[in-house]
């Protein structure tokens, strides 16, 4: 089992930063990749941004590139997503997730139910 644990989500104004953590725990050798998603209200579950643990491969949706950032410390079991340039369509719960397949390093799944372990969650607000 993998835990997952979010933390740095807030409200922030439009044109701001925020960066959120997620912090592992667990058996984390198994976990291969790290994504971030996010949940706006009536909507489905969305890919943000993904990495690979153990290679410099990152990943991200369109609608993010350039303006966010994912990256980790191993050492401290640690995925972070750096936010800048927010906008108030930002706003979102933002989940960290874990997934297990040894895929190719240049491989990322994007769908919710490929990845295996998932944190709580961190709400995001930006305001207009």
């Known amino acids: 089992q993998v835990q997952l644990v979010e933390s740095g989500g807030g409200l922030v104004q439009a044109g701001g930063s925020l960066k959120l953590s997620c912090q592992a725990s667990g058996r984390t050798a198994s976990v291969y990749t790290m994504g971030w998603f996010r949940q706006a209200p009536g909507n489905e579950r969305d890919f943000v941004a993904a990495?690979?643990?153990?290679?410099?491969?990152?990943y991200y949706a369109d609608s993010v590139k350039g303006r966010f950032t994912i990256s980790r410390d191993n050492a401290k079991n640690t995925v972070y997503l750096q936010m800048d340039s927010l906008k108030s369509e930002d706003t979102a719960v933002y989940y960290c997730a874990a997934e297990t397949s040894m895929l190719p390093s240049n491989f990322f799944y994007t769908v919710p139910t490929k990845y295996d372990y998932w944190g709580q969650g961190t709400q995001v607000t930006v305001s207009s």
């Open positions: 990495i690979k643990w153990s290679a410099d491969r990152t």
